[in-house]
């Protein structure tokens, strides 16, 4: 072929497209179409197998990038090849695709919110009612990304007493320490009753009434005729 006023050797591809050739016996003045099929590179690395068709280089099979993650919009980046798995509406977290505002399963002040992150939790705002599991907190609320509420009031006026909340039923507990509460007034370990001084407080055996001691302990009945 004599193609811009130069030889071109029989069924040598043209240089700028590698599916056209110089096929004398269809044209000697110009490239003609390569055979159909003729493998071929469209130049874009997202399509693979590409092939000649009509002397245009066809763009083959597109290049899977599907993750098989629901929440991700999957595509294929033309400059380079790669794929690109943007998340979408969620959180990705360990492959595990977040609806738009769950909360943590471990903290209700940690929340999945796309417009802050796909790919981690992010902190609940400050003020946010919650629940801490502890019966012994009040008025829960979110602060700084963790749950906390104030403290139950456990208080009773009397100071032999140790005072506390059970966070499994969040009733308040009033130990007696070292001593009795007996009628609602402290009363020291050891201390006689008043009226029957065969029985004492005792802590070990019982924190709320007096209890008999020993057998064998001298005791006074107040008649002084018995001995």
Same mark, same amino acid.
């Not at 599916?19 to 044209?27: A, V």
């Not at 794929?83 to 492959?95: F, Q, T």
């Not at 509460?181 to 005792?202: F, K, M, R």
């Given at each position: ?65 599907? /993750? =098989?993650?629901? *929440? +991700?919009? $999957? !595509?294929?980046?033309? &400059?380079?090849?790669? @794929? ?41 705002? /400050? =003020?946010?009612? *919650? +629940?801490? $599991? !502890?019966?012994?907190? &009040?008025?829960?609320? @979110? ?57 004492? @407080? ?26």
């Amino acid at each position: 072929c004599i193609i811009a006023s130069a030889c071109v050797a029989g069924y040598s591809l043209n240089p700028d497209n590698p599916c056209e050739t110089c096929r004398p016996e269809i044209d000697t003045a110009a490239y003609s179409p390569a055979a159909d099929g003729l493998p071929c590179e469209d130049s874009n690395p997202c399509t693979l197998q590409d092939t000649c068709a009509l002397g245009v280089c066809a763009g083959g099979n597109e290049r899977d990038c599907n /993750d =098989g993650i629901g *929440c +991700t919009q $999957d !595509s294929c980046i033309p &400059e380079s090849g790669s @794929c690109a798995h943007e998340v979408v509406g969620a959180c990705l977290l360990g492959n595990t695709c977040i609806p738009s505002g769950a909360s943590a399963p471990l903290n209700p002040c940690q929340i999945c919110n796309p417009e802050l992150s796909t790919t981690e939790y992010t902190s609940e705002a /400050d =003020g946010t009612p *919650c +629940t801490d $599991d !502890s019966l012994c907190t &009040e008025n829960d609320q @979110c602060t700084g990304g963790e749950c906390a509420g104030t403290e139950k009031e456990c208080s009773d006026p009397l100071d032999c007493t140790a005072d506390s909340c059970q966070p499994q039923t969040g009733l308040c507990n009033f130990i007696p320490q070292d001593a009795c509460v007996i009628g609602g007034v402290c009363v020291a370990a050891g201390t006689g009753h008043p009226e029957n001084n065969c029985l004492q @407080c005792q802590p070990p055996l019982s924190k709320f009434s007096y209890t008999g001691i020993s057998a064998a302990a001298d005791c006074d009945d107040g008649d002084a005729t018995v001995f």
